[in-house]
């Protein structure tokens, strides 16, 4: 099983709708998980993070963890052709950040 | 605040010759991680710093790569000598310290081994 776990997608969505993207991992033990989204050709930009189960919302993006499931998600309401980029999840194991492959998110305009 | 700012940007070399990347962190920011992004990948460490002392650096090839971080702020990572395998993206990233996890990205050195 991979430490963090992602589905390589592309995901599309339609503009104005809500995209969901998941994330699971294996570490029972990971207190901090992120999203960060990448453009194409860009570096990873940090843009949520969450340490307790539940919801966390800024702005149009809200994070949801249940760390009984182990599982993260971010949801982006009202989505925008800006937010067509790749979604990183970032989980803490021990003292480091294990980056998931990534979900390629395409907003069909 | 200046990012996170990193060089060269880009750098094209043929195999067995060296290289080095350059990578300057966000002031006050005390630790310094360099990753290794291949296409189609996320991140992967490669070495983390706290200040000048090297805390983790078990996924290094240690048999061609080498890093070093002097006074505790900009750092330097090499490769000697350079593989066709070693062409992918290098970032460096920083944080405030060990247990602040928020890690903020500079633009990355994308290498290309002919």
């Known amino acids: 099983q991979k430490e963090v776990e992602q589905n390589s997608g592309p995901l599309s969505v339609p503009e104005g709708a809500i995209a969901s993207l998941n994330c699971t991992y294996s570490?029972?033990?990971?207190?901090?998980f992120f999203w960060y989204r990448q453009y194409s050709g860009k570096s990873p930009e940090l843009i949520m993070s969450?340490?307790?189960?539940g919801d966390k919302e800024d702005g149009r993006f809200t994070a949801q963890l249940n760390k009984a499931s182990q599982y993260v998600s971010l949801l982006i309401r009202d989505s925008q052709p800006s937010d067509s980029a790749t979604y990183l999840c970032a989980v803490n194991r021990d003292d480091k950040i294990i980056f998931g492959k990534g979900t390629r998110l395409h907003i069909l305009p | 605040e200046a990012g996170v700012v990193q060089s060269p940007r880009y750098k094209i070399i043929e195999k067995k010759q060296p290289v080095a990347f350059w990578c300057n962190p966000i002031?006050?920011?005390?630790?310094l991680y360099w990753y290794r992004q291949n296409l189609g990948q996320g991140p992967e460490l490669l070495i983390r710093?706290?200040?000048?002392?090297?805390?983790?650096d078990s996924q290094l090839p240690k048999d061609r790569f080498s890093a070093e971080r002097l006074k505790g702020v900009d750092s330097t990572l090499k490769i000697q000598p350079a593989e066709l395998g070693d062409s992918a993206v290098y970032l460096c990233?920083?944080?405030?310290?060990?247990?602040?996890?928020?890690?903020?990205f500079g633009p990355g050195t994308r290498l290309t081994v002919t």
């Open positions: 710093y706290e200040n000048e002392e090297a805390v983790d």
């Open positions: 570490d029972r033990g990971s207190q901090s």
């Open positions: 002031s006050g920011h005390n630790t």
């Open positions: 969450i340490y307790s189960n």
């Open positions: 990233a920083s944080s405030l310290d060990l247990r602040r996890y928020e890690q903020y």
